[in-house]
C-alpha cells in the first residue's frame, strides 16, 4: 500500500466582498469623449455632490481610492476639449467614471503555493510564519495571484490568519532599460526578426528603454502608416518590452492586501499557477521566485516574478528555445554550479533543463514518462522540488480516466538530479467526495509544499474551486521512494550516538 495524505479539513474558499479598483476601459474613443463631455457640462454643486455620493459609497471599502481616481483622470484628460482649469473634484469625478470594482476571486481561488515568511519575527511560542500564494478568478476568468498568511506548530496544527476585506493592486513601473543582445535574441525565437524589426533595433543603443523604443517607432508609423505588417512586428515588440516591469506595493499594505493583477499584454487574459520558491544563491542569499503562465487568450508565456520583500516584485520574460508551455518549476538552489528546472514541454512529459543563465533556457532531457494507470493521461510537476538528505522531493500530478487529477511524488538524486530514485506507483492525495465538485470536477492539484518537522505539508486546490491542506509523514513518504525503512530523526540521532 502507498502512504496516503490526511487532509486537515482546512477550506479557503473564494470571497466576493474582497474587491480592488482597477480601470473602467470602455475601448471606443468616440464614448469616452461623450462620457468626459457629460461630466463637463456638470457645475460645480453638481459635482460636488456626485463625488461625495462616490466616496460614501465606495471610499470605505478600499485604501487611497482618491489617488486612484487622480490617477485615472491623468491617463484619459487628453479627451478633455479645453485647457481650462479643474477642480480636483471634479477631476476626481471624472476619474470615477473611469474606474471600476473588480472581485478578484469571485469565482474561484485555487492553485496554491505555500513558502516559510522571510519574517520570523514575533511569531507566538512554538509556531512557524508562513505564506500561501494563490490563483485568484474572478469576472472574465481573469486570474492574478493572492497571498494569505497563517501559522503552523511543530505538529504541523495549521492557523489561517483571516484576511483584510481590503486588497489592492501595485504600481506599475516599466523595467526602464534593456540589454540589446538579449533582447535581439528573444526576437528571434519568436520569429519576429525581419528588415522592420532590424530597422527599430538598428536605431536602439547596447543598453535602452522601453521610452527609447516607444518614441521611435511612434516616429516610424508616418512611414509605414498604411503597412499592415509594421503594425504587426511593431505591436508584437512594444508588448515583448512590456512584460518586463516591475512593481511594488505601499509599505503599509499587509500580505494579504497585496494583489497581484495582469498588467502587461501578455497577461491580459490571467496571471495563472505561480510556484514559489525560496532559493539560496551561492553567497547564501535568499530571493524569492515564482515561474508563473501568462495568458493572453491565444498563447501562454513562462514569465519569472522575483522579490526580497514582497513588496517589490521584478517581472521578466524566461527565454530560450524550450521556454514553452507550462509547469516550470525551479529548484531552490544551484547544482553543479547551474541553475535547474523541472519543466513539461510536450503536455505530457516531464523534464529536466539546466542553464547559466537563470533567464535562458535552451536545453531539456527527458525526466520521467507516464508509467502508472493513474498518470496514462499526462504528467506534471506540482512545484518546486524540496530538498532532503535522500534527494529532491518533487510532488507530481497525474492525469487518468475521466481526466482525474491525483497527487503522486518522485526522488532525485542531490547530486545528479537526473537520475531518478523513486516515484509513486499510487497517488497519495485523489479527490474524494467533497473535493469532486467545482469548476473542473475531480481535479486536486497543488502549485507547492514544504516540510515541516516530520510531515511534508500540501496545500492544494479542489476541482479548480477552493483550496485545502493534507499532510504526509515525510519519513515514510521517502521510506517508499527508496526502499528502506522509515527513519524518524529521534531514531537517526540514536543510532549516531
Given at each position: 500500500?502507498?502512504?496516503?495524505?490526511?487532509?486537515?479539513?482546512?477550506?479557503?474558499?473564494?470571497?466576493?466582498?474582497?474587491?480592488?479598483?482597477?480601470?473602467?476601459?470602455?475601448?471606443?474613443?468616440?464614448?469616452?469623449?461623450?462620457?468626459?463631455?457629460?461630466?463637463?457640462?456638470?457645475?460645480?454643486?453638481?459635482?460636488?455632490?456626485?463625488?461625495?455620493?462616490?466616496?460614501?459609497?465606495?471610499?470605505?471599502?478600499?485604501?487611497?481610492?482618491?489617488?486612484?481616481?487622480?490617477?485615472?483622470?491623468?491617463?484619459?484628460?487628453?479627451?478633455?476639449?479645453?485647457?481650462?482649469?479643474?477642480?480636483?473634484?471634479?477631476?476626481?469625478?471624472?476619474?470615477?467614471?473611469?474606474?471600476?470594482?473588480?472581485?478578484?476571486?469571485?469565482?474561484?481561488?485555487?492553485?496554491?503555493?505555500?513558502?516559510?515568511?522571510?519574517?520570523?519575527?514575533?511569531?507566538?511560542?512554538?509556531?512557524?510564519?508562513?505564506?500561501?500564494?494563490?490563483?485568484?478568478?474572478?469576472?472574465?476568468?481573469?486570474?492574478?495571484?493572492?497571498?494569505?498568511?497563517g501559522y503552523i506548530d511543530e505538529k504541523s496544527k495549521i492557523v489561517l490568519r483571516k484576511p483584510s476585506r481590503y486588497v489592492t493592486s501595485p504600481e506599475i513601473e516599466p523595467n526602464q532599460h534593456f540589454n540589446k543582445a538579449?533582447?535581439?535574441?528573444?526576437?528571434?525565437?519568436?520569429?519576429?526578426?525581419?528588415?522592420?524589426?532590424?530597422?527599430?533595433?538598428?536605431?536602439?543603443?547596447?543598453?535602452?528603454?522601453?521610452?527609447?523604443?516607444?518614441?521611435?517607432?511612434?516616429?516610424?508609423?508616418?512611414?509605414?502608416?498604411?503597412?499592415?505588417?509594421?503594425?504587426?512586428?511593431?505591436?508584437?515588440?512594444?508588448?515583448?518590452?512590456?512584460?518586463?516591469?516591475?512593481?511594488?506595493?505601499?509599505?503599509?499594505?499587509?500580505?494579504?492586501?497585496?494583489?497581484?493583477?495582469?498588467?502587461?499584454?501578455?497577461?491580459?487574459?490571467?496571471?495563472?499557477?505561480?510556484?514559489?520558491?525560496?532559493?539560496?544563491?551561492?553567497?547564501?542569499?535568499?530571493?524569492?521566485?515564482?515561474?508563473?503562465?501568462?495568458?493572453?487568450?491565444?498563447?501562454?508565456?513562462?514569465?519569472?516574478?522575483?522579490?526580497?520583500?514582497?513588496?517589490?516584485?521584478?517581472?521578466?520574460?524566461?527565454?530560450?528555445?524550450?521556454?514553452?508551455?507550462?509547469?516550470?518549476?525551479?529548484?531552490?538552489?544551484?547544482?553543479?554550479?547551474?541553475?535547474?528546472?523541472?519543466?513539461?514541454?510536450?503536455?505530457?512529459?516531464?523534464?529536466?533543463?539546466?542553464?547559466?543563465?537563470?533567464?535562458?533556457?535552451?536545453?531539456?532531457?527527458?525526466?520521467?514518462?507516464?508509467?502508472?494507470?493513474?498518470?496514462?493521461?499526462?504528467?506534471?510537476?506540482?512545484?518546486?522540488?524540496?530538498?532532503?538528505?535522500?534527494?529532491?522531493?518533487?510532488?507530481?500530478?497525474?492525469?487518468?480516466?475521466?481526466?482525474?487529477?491525483?497527487?503522486?511524488?518522485?526522488?532525485?538524486?542531490?547530486?545528479?538530479?537526473?537520475?531518478?530514485?523513486?516515484?509513486?506507483?499510487?497517488?497519495?492525495?485523489?479527490?474524494?467526495?467533497?473535493?469532486?465538485?467545482?469548476?473542473?470536477?475531480?481535479?486536486?492539484?497543488?502549485?507547492?509544499?514544504?516540510?515541516?518537522?516530520?510531515?511534508?505539508?500540501?496545500?492544494?486546490?479542489?476541482?479548480?474551486?477552493?483550496?485545502?491542506?493534507?499532510?504526509?509523514?515525510?519519513?515514510?513518504?521517502?521510506?517508499?521512494?527508496?526502499?528502506?525503512?522509515?527513519?524518524?530523526?529521534?531514531?537517526?540521532?540514536?543510532?549516531?550516538?
Open positions: 500500500m502507498s502512504v496516503k495524505a490526511t487532509r486537515t479539513g482546512i477550506v479557503l474558499r473564494p470571497d466576493p466582498t474582497r474587491v480592488l479598483f482597477r480601470s473602467f476601459d470602455l475601448g471606443s474613443s468616440n464614448r469616452t469623449l461623450k462620457i468626459v463631455a457629460r461630466v463637463s457640462s456638470l457645475t460645480e454643486d453638481e459635482v460636488t455632490l456626485k463625488l461625495e455620493e462616490v466616496i460614501r459609497e465606495f471610499g470605505n471599502r478600499h485604501h487611497r481610492l482618491e489617488r486612484f481616481l487622480l490617477k485615472r483622470f491623468e491617463q484619459i484628460k487628453g479627451n478633455l476639449l479645453t485647457d481650462e482649469p479643474l477642480t480636483t473634484e471634479r477631476k476626481l469625478l471624472l476619474g470615477a467614471y473611469f474606474t471600476m470594482e473588480y472581485s478578484l476571486e469571485s469565482a474561484a481561488l485555487f492553485n496554491p503555493s505555500m513558502i516559510w515568511h522571510p519574517d520570523q519575527t514575533n511569531v507566538p511560542p512554538g509556531y512557524k510564519r508562513f505564506i500561501i500564494s494563490l490563483r485568484a478568478t474572478g469576472e472574465g476568468h481573469v486570474s492574478s495571484i493572492s497571498f494569505r498568511m538579449q533582447f535581439e535574441r528573444k526576437l528571434y525565437e519568436l520569429r519576429l526578426v525581419n528588415s522592420i524589426s532590424e530597422r527599430i533595433m538598428g536605431a536602439m543603443g547596447d543598453e535602452f528603454t522601453l521610452d527609447d523604443l516607444e518614441d521611435f517607432t511612434k516616429r516610424l508609423t508616418t512611414q509605414y502608416r498604411y503597412n499592415a505588417e509594421y503594425e504587426t512586428i511593431s505591436s508584437a515588440i512594444l508588448a515583448l518590452a512590456r512584460s518586463n516591469y516591475k512593481l511594488h506595493f505601499d509599505d503599509d499594505q499587509q500580505l494579504d492586501e497585496r494583489c497581484i493583477f495582469p498588467s502587461s499584454p501578455n497577461e491580459t487574459n490571467g496571471i495563472e499557477d505561480a510556484r514559489f520558491v525560496s532559493f539560496v544563491d551561492d553567497n547564501g542569499e535568499v530571493t524569492y521566485y515564482a515561474t508563473y503562465t501568462a495568458y493572453n487568450g491565444r498563447v501562454t508565456f513562462p514569465q519569472l516574478l522575483e522579490t526580497k520583500d514582497f513588496l517589490s516584485f521584478t517581472v521578466s520574460t524566461l527565454n530560450g528555445a524550450e521556454v514553452s508551455n507550462k509547469g516550470m518549476a525551479l529548484f531552490p538552489r544551484k547544482i553543479n554550479g547551474k541553475y535547474v528546472m523541472i519543466s513539461r514541454q510536450d503536455g505530457e512529459n516531464i523534464y529536466i533543463m539546466f542553464s547559466d543563465d537563470l533567464y535562458f533556457w535552451q536545453t531539456k532531457e527527458l525526466l520521467l514518462k507516464p508509467t502508472y494507470p493513474w498518470e496514462y493521461v499526462q504528467l506534471g510537476n506540482c512545484g518546486s522540488p524540496i530538498e532532503t538528505e535522500e534527494g529532491w522531493l518533487v510532488l507530481s500530478h497525474g492525469v487518468g480516466p475521466m481526466r482525474k487529477y491525483a497527487i503522486g511524488a518522485f526522488l532525485l538524486d542531490l547530486n545528479d538530479p537526473c537520475k531518478v530514485l523513486g516515484r509513486t506507483t499510487e497517488p497519495i492525495l485523489s479527490p474524494d467526495e467533497n473535493e469532486r465538485e467545482g469548476y473542473v470536477p475531480n481535479v486536486v492539484y497543488s502549485c507547492g509544499g514544504l516540510i515541516n518537522g516530520d510531515d511534508l505539508i500540501i496545500p492544494y486546490a479542489m476541482s479548480d474551486y477552493a483550496s485545502s491542506f493534507a499532510t504526509v509523514n515525510v519519513h515514510e513518504l521517502l521510506a517508499e521512494l527508496t526502499g528502506k525503512e522509515p527513519v524518524s530523526p529521534a531514531t537517526s540521532e540514536e543510532k549516531q550516538g
